[in-house]
């Protein structure tokens, strides 16, 4: 991957050369934009981390019950919500190994349900899919891919997994 990258810095300068402004998530990053791209300080800038006002508003109860009915998810269903690229260093080897444990154990009268939802590149997904099949974990697990009702899926859900084995300030944990 790592020459797929280099091929397609040039491009990737050029375009941040010819921006209006460009913005990162932190000094750090913006230090190593400026630094590798050569881009101008009075053209670039940090906004961090973070999510406007209207994310943490409640979400009405009947708006979360009709939700998970619309996906078949019932009040005694318990759901894990994940949120994190498709990718090994998310850890989701992880959840899938909590998830093969604790389904095994089952709930009185509901099921527990793992929700991942997140972007993928190179085939990472598929490969998730076909984990999840090859453990006979399709009725307890849901590869959703990118949505765009990730507020929604978080108000629906009642645990939030985070199995990352490296990261800075996710944006999910602020989301969560």
């Known amino acids: 991957h790592l020459s797929q990258l280099e091929s397609r810095l040039d491009a990737i300068g050029e375009t941040m ?7 990162a998530v ?3 990053n913006l230090q190593l934009l400026q ?21 943490f508003e409640q979400t009405a109860v009947d708006r979360r019950d009709e ?38 154990c089952g709930l009185p009268n509901g099921r527990l349900l793992f929700v991942w939802i997140g972007h993928h590149q190179d085939g990472a ?10 453990r006979d974990l399709s009725c307890n697990v849901l590869v959703l891919g990118e949505r765009r009702d990730v507020r929604d899926w978080l108000a ?10 490296s990261e800075g300030m996710p944006l999910c944990i602020i989301e969560a």
């Open 26 to 28: 932190s000094m750090e």
């Open 156 to 165: 629906a859900s009642d645990i939030f997994l985070l199995s990352y084995e």
């Open 17 to 23: 050369r010819g921006a209006e402004a460009v913005v």
């Open 35 to 55: 630094t590798v791209f050569g881009l101008a300080g009075s053209r670039s800038g940090v906004i961090y981390n973070g999510r406007p006002q209207y994310w």
């Open 125 to 134: 997904a598929e490969q998730l899919v076909a984990e999840v099949v090859s």
């Open 67 to 104: 939700f998970r009915a619309a996906w078949g998810i019932t009040p005694k269903d318990v759901v894990c919500l994940t949120v994190a690229r498709y990718e090994p260093r998310k850890g989701y080897r992880y959840l899938l190994e909590a998830a093969s444990a604790l389904t095994k």
